[in-house]
């Protein structure tokens, strides 16, 4: 299957679009730009060096990527778009630090996961309209997000770019 | 001078905020967000863990925060909004690699620039209505812009946003 894209130029271009239109593929862009930031990184490293430290005593390689992969998934369920695809990674790669004794998937695999997850979730992302971007995840209640209304979908999305962000300055210490 | 901060929660819940005015408010807070996890690492950070690298061979703390500035400032004539503050940090930072023999102004010197130039960026980014964010920056020709209309104001500031995240990663590591 040839990878999700979304044709900004010309969603941007097109006369229907409104100014949130807009707006919201062009986070939507940033997010595709980091997941092929992350390709880049990860297509470049060879088996050994994804169980390496990014760092003397950080995470290694193969962690982040599962790390990523569990977190990104999770956008699943909190947006309303379905079940989550790998929640058994939660265990080995979020609840658990590594180099804790658990076992990790082969790096060939995890490649295969993130890439279907994020043609997966932009496949979602291009259906929802600007007013569906500002309603409520599901995981705050009714409650708080009438005190709390940027506790809001995009909130997730955009969370989601500056984590991948942050774990992808690390990654490239492997390079 | 106290930090300038935008209150999301009045914006998203006025009455008169149309979706992309939200959507708008949103980003802005997430490049918040991010300016404040900068300083919550350079906040800890000894005089003596600013000048260590990162990881071994790679930049140095103080070497990330200049380079923070530089690339931040850019966003003054890049959007529009006035002269940069600290043309002078290019040099050091920007054009020339860490450990090449420069000269680098004290990490509190750095602190104070870093304050002040987000809390003007931000002043500045308030004023700006939807429409104008998707108006193009300042380094791109008309031309090259009609062909390209992600290449707008918006797309300058999602950059900066993972840009900090990025590099926020890897300073994390000097904690």
Excluded at 70 to 92: C, I, K, S
Aim: proline share 7%.
């Amino acid at each position: 299957m040839p990878p999700c894209t979304v044709n900004i130029k010309h969603m941007l271009m097109s006369t229907s679009s409104s100014p949130a239109t807009a707006l919201i593929t062009q986070v939507i862009s940033a997010w595709q730009l980091q997941n092929r930031r992350v390709n880049n990184i990860i297509n470049k490293l060879t088996a050994e060096e994804f169980y390496q430290e990014t760092a003397p005593g950080r995470n290694s390689g193969i962690y982040l990527l599962g790390h990523l992969i569990a977190v990104n998934d999770t956008m699943l369920p909190l947006l309303g778009l379905g079940e989550r695809l790998y929640p058994e990674l939660d265990e080995p790669f979020v609840h658990r630090p590594d180099r804790s004794g658990q076992q990790f998937p082969a790096p060939e695999i995890l490649k295969g996961y993130w890439q279907h997850l994020n043609d997966i979730l932009t496949m979602h992302f291009t259906t929802l309209t600007p007013d569906q971007w500002l309603t409520k995840h599901n995981a705050i209640s009714e409650a708080d997000f009438a005190d709390h209304p940027q506790r809001n979908k995009l909130n997730v999305l955009l969370g989601r770019i500056v984590h991948q962000a942050y774990h992808s300055g690390q990654l490239t210490f492997l390079l």
